[in-house]
């Protein structure tokens, strides 16, 4: 039996070593419900590999399956068959960023809001923004590209590479 996420790290777009730092990226399904967990599983593989710290490891998961949950659902456009969601991921020697391109039609961007006590949802922007350093959020025609920052903390010794088997 074959391993989905391997797979997918098999054939991810893998760019190398540079000034830009070491990059990675993935077309998902747009429609797919089980996407924001591929993409989880597939960022954290990468986050291991590049040995990005555990508790930075955390909020990148977190921030993932909010950005990649958010364009399964709200970015879907009916002239757009086969929508797809773009996930990259981005080490530099300062940072790390995460993308998340999808096809949905320009609704004015991301709304922030402060959501009700009771409302069940309505809270992934203030939680992505306070999870991360920055965030470039950019609407058009074609889609939404969602881009986040996070500062890279000194790397600890105890934060040594994770298999990508042990990687939920």
């Known amino acids: 039996m074959t391993d989905p996420i391997k797979d997918q790290l098999e054939v991810a777009d893998w760019q190398p070593l540079s000034e830009n730092g070491l990059v990675a990226s993935w077309v998902l399904s ?5 996407t924001p967990r591929a ?7 990468v986050c291991c590999m590049w040995r990005v710290g555990r508790e930075l490891r955390r909020d990148v998961e977190i921030v993932t399956s909010e950005l990649v949950t958010n364009a399964v659902l709200h970015a879907r456009r ?8 773009t996930v990259t991921v981005q080490l530099t020697a300062h940072d790390l960023w995460l993308a998340v391109v999808d096809q949905g039609a320009d609704a004015g961007g991301l709304a922030r809001r402060e959501p009700a006590h009771d409302e069940p949802g309505g809270r992934g922007l203030l939680l992505v923004e306070a999870l991360t350093t920055r965030c470039e ?3 058009g025609v074609g889609g939404t590209r969602v881009r986040v920052g996070f500062a ?4 600890r010794e105890d934060d040594g590479p994770v298999e990508v088997a042990d990687v939920p």
């Open 39 to 45: 993409a989880r599983a597939l960022v954290m593989a």
């Open 78 to 85: 009916p002239e757009v068959e086969e929508a797809v969601v």
């Open 137 to 139: 959020v950019v609407s």
């Open 152 to 155: 890279l903390p000194h790397r």
């Open 30 to 34: 747009g429609v797919d419900l089980g």
